[in-house]
């Protein structure tokens, strides 16, 4: 059917105007194009040829800078130092031994080191970074930089490395960082990323293994433009990674500094604690080591000497060190046999210089016997017998139960590595380890801090500080974290009886100030800061009845591996306790002679809040102990560092 002109006419309007949209379109999109060519052409022409020659983009990771540890006052015992590295990266390196071989001619390195090297670049991802040189010399550092264009791959880089300013004073409670190793990302689910870069370091061991992801920070990261050679070529953009918490500990770094100088190369170990809010001021262990080595890269040589020593400086003997505490538990015997009961602080015993049981005998450290002695003449001259009769009556489960109440036997939760938790032992667990059952013989020997009885000199603080207060203090070692202090608890009372409490405080009294107080000579004279203490001394050896017929072999003719521990226990001011000490020395010999003298100076540097005056000690020790000053090396009086939060 034939359409109208007017239907005609009406169709070729709409034509037309649809002809002229599609062409306006089209004239817009070439306009857009050529907008787009001219200024790719002439204002971004340089970057598309780069691009356009191999360029790409690669995100790179900031590693974030560890957090700080400081000492109560501010005092950085744990900080960040510059340090030049450089990384080589194998995707962008091409031929690895050819930039390896470069490399050499301006680094130092040897054959071996070089072949480990490359066996380390091939173990690894194409793509992961591996460290191949740190703590360069700027000389060497700004070599690599210029040389760059012949070195693909590489990368010289400026960033933070751990360092320990004090060195060995906090070796053992900071513990140290090193490199993350496989073993470690093994035992971490869904590690960090930022854990796997080549310069990246992590908590091996103590504080700084523990607060770990406190201390580590959050990564940043960079977006870098790198040609086909892998040389980069700009940063495009970055963001800062987000620095590890600041943690601010209990300790106090001049106390410290002390406490280790004291102990000198002994095998020893001391801790000092704040008995109204169980902060730790001091925990040292001796002999002590250079954390900073490992975190350069300790040598062989180095370590095996460490290895070797037979003091065993690796080892933190002050909460790893579990130690027949020795008459250093005799309080926990005493306030087990009066709060039960048994005995009242008048009761006696008589000391022959053993006792017999069951044809054996057990013998008193003195041989002719301290004849009759109440509670407080028991701890004065630390008899023996006296604690072997009150066994008798009193029962193990009684004293375990008492030893966990103050401290023995029960692991504190403090951020340090493998805290032993001791043994209080009593009928059921020797039941459950050796399946036998316990003997009346066991309990005596446990009453006086032998047989199957161990405690560490953490554990001896504590509960010396709980015995001082009547409380059950808590040790704690982090004072803040970013400047938010940690709330201290509320101790609980212990829930003995005051009367008995007075006793065994009496008792450790007499031992310090008593006429025949077996650590007498390391008293305080200065009224003030009388002290109240407790010898202890524990056989590592079998004394058989032959020798003992013959004379007990002295301990200065022994190997030193073969002598007697010597323990102290001590808390001052004795009417309003602030401290409690413990030293532990191994194989010392007598606590009254070799470790009472410790814990007595290392309490007065504590009381005094540094070198105390002579007139603190008695007449015949001042002229030793001044001598003993002017050979130490004191760390003097700081002030606070104004690097509190996060730089």
């Known amino acids: 059917m034939r359409k109208s002109q007017k239907e005609i006419a009406e169709s070729s309007r709409l034509i037309s105007r649809r002809v002229l949209l599609l062409g306006v379109i089209q004239a817009a999109v070439i306009s857009t194009l050529g907008l787009k060519l001219r200024s790719m052409q002439l204002e971004h022409a340089e970057e598309y040829r780069m691009l356009s020659d191999g360029n790409s983009i690669k995100i790179r990771l900031l590693p974030p800078a560890r957090g700080l540890i400081l000492d109560r006052n501010g005092t950085i015992i744990a900080g960040n130092e510059q340090n030049y590295r450089v990384t080589l990266t194998r995707e962008d390196a091409g031929d690895v031994s050819a930039v390896v071989a470069r490399m050499r001619r301006i680094i130092p390195m040897s054959d071996r080191q070089a072949a480990e090297l490359l066996a380390e670049i091939r173990r690894r991802s194409a793509v992961t970074p591996v460290m191949v040189a740190d703590r360069l010399t700027w000389q060497e550092f700004s070599s690599i930089a210029l040389n760059a264009p012949a070195l693909p791959g590489v990368t010289p880089e400026s960033g933070l490395s751990r360092s320990y300013p004090r060195a060995g004073d ?18 971490i689910d869904n590690p960090d990323p930022v854990l796997r870069l080549p310069e990246f370091q992590l908590g091996k061991v103590g504080m700084e293994a523990k607060l770990e992801e406190e201390l580590r920070g959050k990564a940043g990261n960079r977006r870098v433009e790198v040609n086909s050679a892998g040389r980069e070529m700009r940063e495009l953009s970055r963001q800062e990674g987000q620095q590890g918490a600041t ?3 209990t300790l106090d770094a001049r106390l410290q500094n002390f406490t280790a100088q004291r102990l000198g190369t002994e095998s020893a170990a001391a801790v000092v604690i ?12 001796s002999p002590v080591f250079d954390p900073n080595k490992f975190v350069r890269g300790i040598s062989s040589s180095d370590y ?7 003091h065993r400086p690796l080892a933190d003997k002050t909460v790893q060190g579990a130690y027949p505490p020795g008459s250093t538990f005799k309080m ?13 602080p008048g009761s006696r015993f008589f000391c022959p210089g053993f006792t017999q049981l069951a044809g054996r005998r057990f013998h008193c450290w003195r041989r002719g016997g301290h004849g009759t002695v109440d509670a407080i003449r028991s701890l004065e001259q630390s008899c023996d017998v006296y604690y072997y009769e009150l066994a008798q009556k009193v ?29 209080a032992p009593d009928r059921a667990w020797k039941m459950e380890r050796y399946q036998q059952e316990w003997q009346v013989g066991d309990s ?11 405690a560490s000199p953490l554990q001896l603080a504590v509960m010396t500080a709980r015995v001082a207060t009547g409380k059950a203090v808590i040790p704690r070692l982090v004072r803040a974290v970013d400047g938010v202090v940690q709330q201290v608890p509320e101790f609980e009372d212990l829930g003995i009886n005051p009367l008995n409490l007075r006793t065994a405080r009496g008792g450790m009294d007499a031992v310090m100030n008593g006429t025949h107080g077996t650590a007498r000579r390391a008293r305080i004279v200065a009224p003030e800061w009388q002290m109240a203490g407790k010898t202890g001394t524990s056989q590592v050896r079998n004394i058989t009845a032959a020798e003992r017929a013959r004379g007990v072999i002295s301990n200065e003719q022994l190997p030193w591996n073969r002598r007697d521990h010597a323990l102290f226990v001590c808390f001052a001011p004795y009417d309003m306790p602030r401290y409690a000490v413990s030293v532990v020395v191994e194989h010392g010999g007598g606590g009254s002679a070799v470790a009472a003298p410790i814990a007595r100076d290392i ?7 540094g070198l105390p005056p002579l007139s603190a000690y008695p007449d015949g020790e001042r002229a030793k102990v001044e001598e003993m000053w002017s050979k130490m090396n004191l760390m003097p009086p700081l002030a606070p560092s104004t690097a509190r939060a996060k730089a």
């Open 170 to 187: 906090f070796a053992h409670v900071l513990g140290y960082v090193g490199p993350v190793s496989d073993y470690d990302l093994s035992k």
């Open 247 to 249: 943690v601010q500990t």
């Open 274 to 285: 704040d008995v109204t809010n169980g902060d730790i001021v001091a925990i040292s262990s």
């Open 304 to 310: 095996k000497d460490l290895m070797q020593h037979d």
């Open 332 to 344: 926990v015997t005493l306030l087990a046999g009066l709060e039960s009961g048994v005995i009242n």
């Open 395 to 423: 029962g193990i489960d009684r004293i375990a139960a008492m030893a966990r109440r103050l401290g023995i036997g029960v692991r504190h939760d403090l951020p340090m590595s493998a805290i032993t938790e001791g043994i």
């Open 444 to 454: 005596l020997n446990a009453s006086i801090g032998q047989g199957y009885v161990l």
């Open 603 to 609: 309490l007065l540097f504590a009381l005094a809040g």
